[in-house]
């Protein structure tokens, strides 16, 4: 080995970790130097209020990341914000329909050796549910042939709708626990901003409104499958959401395994007699104050984002110092894994997103799509006032995930029929009619939950760049819950026709949304549902 790459492997085991706890002292100084100039009253209303603008992080730019062609050098400025990773588009694959997701992660998880981690808003109580959890039990049986079994699996799901009615995610997994105590892990998140009489006031079935764990990400080895789709029955059938497939991305899998375990740490544990209690020396989420739960979970989150970082960063050098020598890139496809927890002050998702809809260009194509459409205003006006075109799909009301509801939940269809109206007048007063188009998502008998967005650039037919992850664009992906994406960004020609014909095959079971969308009779709100909209837009 060369003496210079020695020299850097020396500095990057040395400082690998000091600058990750230089990088989280910063930022957990700053959060709570923010905190107490907003006191104790305004963090308990943190999730009500307006939207914020932060500042960039300050993070160095992986130093090969500018020597990369093509693509990549227009979007190497991800890598201030977020751990860049490379990898060869080959191990990338999507997944299209509900069906290949669950026969998938069956498969996985039966041939699981080391690891399973599944994140998700929750687990549901139904046949295809069961059948999943007893895949995890007969692949843990194996494990235990072995003298020391290797297998662990770990659940994080969210607190408040993982513990609804008395058949739930926690009574489906206590058997695993009761019988595996060693290899199981069940952790449950519970927002920081659901206390005091919020807590003892709001219902059970509306208490997930305030905030919860959103992240979908299901890691089997070192294989992961990035989605917005949650471990349920219709989520195995008929609601269409996106699905990803990294396969043998090691570091990539890693860095989730790592997130998720570092979200679990501040997060309720379930015990084998179906109690709940945290880890010790953990700062509770509800009883414990505030602004140093948030502060010890931010401070445990961005150690794991930091050390990517800069690890990666690292890397990149060398990676650059044998494409200077050879001349071969070793890798087609960068992944930059996106975090998004405002209630625990981390924003990297939102800094990015912002930036890449500021930056879409005259010459860029943006597909954007959303099983709930409920722009931020943020999001909003970069949309309506960029030079870029846009395509946007939302589910139609009879797709819609609470259409045919039960009391107040069954209008939020209609709600969001209102904010489509206000978004497409606005577009229709600005003149933007050629340059933003509204679609939506119709399918006999399915329900729709997709959500990310496909760039195309140079008037490409292929996109090279997507977003896919749990985030929806809207107030309570930035502000209120914990999400995770990954943005793409390849030159790999196959990929891109995957991406492509992922983006079409959702694209053509739509219709465009004209005026005269909004004077058929499915499209009547009611008098009190725009009144009420505004009030409650923030909540769903």
């Not at 050390?307 to 960063?313: D, G, I, L, W, Y």
Request: with cysteine; net charge neutral.
């Amino acid at each position: 080995m060369a003496a210079p790459m020695i020299w850097k492997r020396l500095v990057f085991s040395v400082y690998t970790p000091v600058l990750s706890r230089v990088l989280t002292r910063i930022s957990d100084r700053f959060f709570r130097t923010h905190d107490r100039r907003r006191g104790s009253a305004v963090l308990l209303l943190a999730p009500l209020l307006a939207e914020a603008d932060p500042a960039p992080l300050a993070s160095s730019r992986p130093p090969g990341f500018t020597g990369a062609e093509g693509l990549h050098s227009r979007f190497h400025w991800m890598a201030d914000y977020a751990p860049a990773f490379r990898v060869p588009g080959g191990r990338i694959h999507i997944l299209n329909s509900p069906d290949e997701f669950y026969q998938t992660m069956k498969a996985r998880i039966k041939t699981a050796k080391s690891r399973v981690v599944m994140a998700s808003l929750y687990l549901g109580t139904g046949p295809l549910e069961q059948d999943l959890v007893d895949c995890m039990e007969v692949a843990l049986e194996h494990s235990q042939e072995d003298d020391a079994p290797d297998l662990k699996v770990s659940f994080l799901l969210d607190y408040t709708r993982g513990s609804r009615g008395k058949h739930n995610s926690r009574t489906m997994l206590l058997p695993l626990l009761q019988r595996f105590p060693e290899q199981m892990r069940v952790s449950l998140y519970h927002t920081p901003d659901l206390r005091g009489l919020l807590r003892l006031l709001v219902p059970e079935r509306f208490n997930e409104t305030i905030g919860v764990q959103h992240i979908k990400a299901y890691l089997f080895d070192d294989s992961l499958i990035i989605s917005g789709a949650n471990l349920s029955d219709s989520y195995f059938t008929n609601r269409q959401d996106r699905y990803v497939l990294l396969e043998d991305c090691r570091e990539v899998a890693d860095f989730f395994a790592k997130l998720v375990g570092a979200v679990g740490d501040v997060s309720l544990q379930l015990h084998s007699d179906n109690s709940v209690h945290m880890m010790e020396g953990m700062v509770h989420p509800y009883k414990g104050n505030r602004a140093d739960f948030s502060a010890s979970a931010q401070r445990r989150i961005m150690d794991v984002v930091n050390t990517a970082h800069v690890r990666q960063s690292m890397l990149e050098v060398e990676c650059s110092e044998v494409l200077d020598s050879d001349g071969m890139v070793p890798n087609d496809t960068w992944i930059f894994p996106l975090v998004q927890m405002k209630p625990l002050g981390i924003s990297l998702d939102e800094q990015v997103t912002k930036r890449l809809l500021t930056e879409a260009g005259g010459d860029s194509t943006v597909y954007l799509t959303s099983g709930y459409f409920n722009l931020t205003h943020t999001y909003m006006q970069l949309v309506l006032g960029a030079a870029a075109d846009y395509r946007i799909l939302m589910a139609s009301p009879e797709v819609n995930g609470f259409f045919g509801a039960k009391g107040v939940a069954g209008a939020i269809p209609e709600a969001y029929v209102h904010l489509a109206r206000q978004f497409y007048n606005q577009v229709c007063q600005l003149g933007r009619q050629s340059h933003v188009h509204l679609h939506e998502y119709h399918r006999p008998d399915w329900t729709f939950h997709a959500k990310g967005l496909w760039y195309y650039v140079g008037r490409r037919d292929r996109p090279c760049l997507t977003l896919i992850g749990s985030p929806n664009f809207g107030y309570r992906s930035v502000h209120r819950d914990l999400e995770a994406q990954i943005a793409i960004i390849t030159e790999n020609v196959e990929l891109q026709n995957q991406l492509q014909q992922e983006q079409e095959m959702l694209y053509q079971g739509s219709t465009e949304v004209l005026s005269s969308t909004f004077n058929q009779p499915d499209r009547y709100v009611k008098l009190w549902v725009k009144l009420v909209t505004p009030l409650i837009k923030n909540f769903f």
